[in-house]
């Protein structure tokens, strides 16, 4: 994963301090992309959904306000629908979000961000 490693960070979000510190202590390389000025395009978003184990329950951040304040069934979206809403608001996605061209890591996960390593 040390190749073509995208970054989706905020910085004021602790998981993503730890993750960014992990990747830089460690040397790995890494683009940086700010979760929110520059959030993962539709075909992004679309590859990443596709890469989790569990789809859109890996990825929401069903705990932030944001999410709660939505007035949406999201089993009732469309594909297209539900792209459109998370590339409009990068908050409903859980973060960090580490991703090249073999792995996927949502969120702070030391374990996996080990591998990386190997």
């Known amino acids: 994963m040390k190749s073509n490693l995208r970054f989706y960070t905020y910085p004021s979000c602790t998981s993503c301090r730890k993750a960014k510190s992990f990747l830089r202590q460690n040397g790995i390389e890494f ?3 700010h979760l ?3 959030p ?11 890469r989790t184990d569990n789809g859109l329950d890996d ?5 932030s306000r944001t999410f709660k304040e939505l007035d949406v069934q999201i089993e009732e979206l469309t594909v297209f ?11 409903l996605l859980r973060r960090p979000i580490l991703i090249d ?5 949502i969120g702070y ?7 990386l390593l190997a």
Not at 40 to 50: G, R, S
């Open 40 to 50: 993962p395009t539709k075909e992004e978003l679309l590859d990443i959904i596709k």
């Open 36 to 38: 929110f000025r520059d």
């Open 101 to 105: 061209d073999e792995k996927l890591i």
């Open 31 to 33: 683009e940086e992309r």
């Open 81 to 91: 629908q539900l792209l459109e809403m998370l590339s409009e608001e990068p908050r």
């Open 59 to 63: 990825i929401l951040s069903t705990r």
């Open 109 to 115: 996960n030391r374990v996996a961000m080990e591998d």
